[in-house]
């Protein structure tokens, strides 16, 4: 009976044992529901494509490739297309995202916490918010001129309004008895705020972080329809002006591409520190 018990271990590491098969079916099933209706989807494009043929239409084969040679190939890996353009727009979206995404947390947290400046302030917060971020680009070239330092704030700013609203309400949703607990105990302000307050809002905070990495790259490319040299939303202007419709497709298709990659490496972040909030949901 002894060796039965060695061989098995603890009931939870069997548990784990026995759930591991599983989740790794359920990944495969994930897996599978992305890519089945995509590959559906081309499959059919291609089809019409083939059947109909349209220059505004080019079929999916050809946007791909005509995709690898904007970015890949010559004597390097990488074509200069690649890192004057791609990477400059990478580069701004996040630095514009990280800025943004800073700055709503903070303040944020800051109306969260005081219901006196949450009531002050969430009127000047929705009158801002109504603008769209887009209209208030001529603004912010007047402004700021029309280099990278106006791109990375405008994006900033159309970001940090989504990450602001979510965290103000994540914040301002903890149950007042968690943080009397910590007054209680003397917790010490810092260690509150980074131990209670930011973990119990962290669920709004992401779904607002999620939110505005899709907007971070849209507000990306629209930055870039003026006074730019170079970037992503450069090319797609340049190309619709030229009409080089299979460079603007492919250029299209990066950015589906990006956005598809931007938004499963935040799902996986988002798994890995909020795995504790969804055990509770699954226990509940």
Not at 88 to 117: E, F, K
Not at 224 to 243: K, M, P, S, V, Y
Request: hydrophobic residues 55%.
């Amino acid at each position: 009976m002894a060796v039965i018990d060695r061989t098995q271990g603890s009931p939870s590491t069997a548990a784990a044992r026995r759930d591991r098969p599983r989740h790794g079916r359920s990944i495969l099933v994930s897996i599978a529901y992305f890519i089945v209706p995509l590959a559906v989807l081309v499959a059919l494009w291609q089809l019409a494509t083939a059947l109909w043929p349209s220059p505004f239409f080019p079929q999916p084969s050809a946007i791909g490739q005509n995709l690898v040679r904007l970015l890949f190939g010559g004597e390097q890996l990488v074509t200069p297309v690649f890192t004057g353009d791609f990477l400059t727009t990478v580069g701004r979206m996040l630095a514009g995202y990280a800025l943004g995404a800073a700055w709503g947390i903070v303040i944020g947290t800051a109306m969260g916490l005081s219901r006196a400046s949450r009531e002050t302030v969430t009127p000047i917060v929705e009158f801002l918010r109504s603008i769209p971020a887009t209209a208030t680009l001529p603004l912010f070239i007047i402004l700021l001129g029309g280099g990278d330092d106006m791109r990375v704030i405008f994006i900033a700013y159309g970001v940090s309004w989504f990450v602001l609203i979510n965290t103000a309400a994540g914040v301002g949703s903890i149950h007042r008895t968690m943080l009397d607990l910590g007054k209680v105990f003397k917790v010490s302000p810092v260690r509150r705020l980074f131990s209670i307050i930011l973990p119990a809002a962290s669920p709004k905070i992401f779904a607002g972080l999620r939110i505005a990495s899709t907007a971070a790259l849209l507000l990306a490319i629209v930055s870039e329809f003026i006074l730019a040299t170079n970037g992503i939303g450069f090319q797609l202007i340049q190309a619709q002006g030229r009409f080089q419709l299979l460079d603007m497709w492919s250029w299209m298709l990066a950015l589906a591409l990006l956005g598809l990659l931007l938004n499963s490496l935040l799902d996986l972040v988002e798994g890995r520190v909020l795995s504790w909030h969804r055990l509770s949901r699954q226990k509940i």
